[in-house]
Nanobody, 123 residues
Framework: QVQVVESGGGLVQAGGSLRLSCAAS????????MGWYRQAPGKLRELVATMNRAQNTNYADSVKGRFTISRDIAKNTAFLQMNSLTPEDTAVYYC?????????????????WGQGTQVTVSS
């Protein structure tokens, strides 16, 4: 079993900042990619930012220059620094992990999601 837990959401005024944290635990062999997706009411879940083990990043155009993703690979954690927040950033943010887990004598590739953390930006 793999657990993915995220935190750091909350209510912030426009122009403010938040830092999201994500921690994965369990029988993990290695995590290839970690990142965040977000979903606003009535909207599709969309990619926000990801980083793979090679430290290649992928950002949504709407957050480039404002959000920064980082990882501590040894600790199976990831962070999303969100600056210059706007009301359009209001959503539930979900941590995404693409990882290899140990199952008996093998490793298998799975995707695991965090429970989501609410980010609300007021004007």
């Amino acid at each position: 079993q793999v657990q993915v837990v995220e935190s750091g959401g909350g209510l912030v005024q426009a122009g403010g900042s938040l830092r999201l944290s994500c921690a994965a635990s369990g029988n993990i062999y290695t995590i290839e990619t970690m990142g965040w997706y977000r979903q606003a009411p009535g909207k599709l879940r969309e990619l926000v930012a990801t980083m793979n083990r090679a430290q290649n990043t992928n950002y949504a155009d709407s957050v480039k220059g404002r959000f920064t993703i980082s990882r501590d690979i040894a600790k199976n954690t990831a962070f999303l620094q969100m600056n210059s927040l706007t009301p359009e950033d209001t959503a539930v943010y979900y941590c995404y992990t693409d990882l290899w887990v140990i199952k008996n004598r093998d490793v298998v590739n799975i995707v695991s999601w965090g429970q989501g953390t609410q980010v609300t930006v007021s004007s």
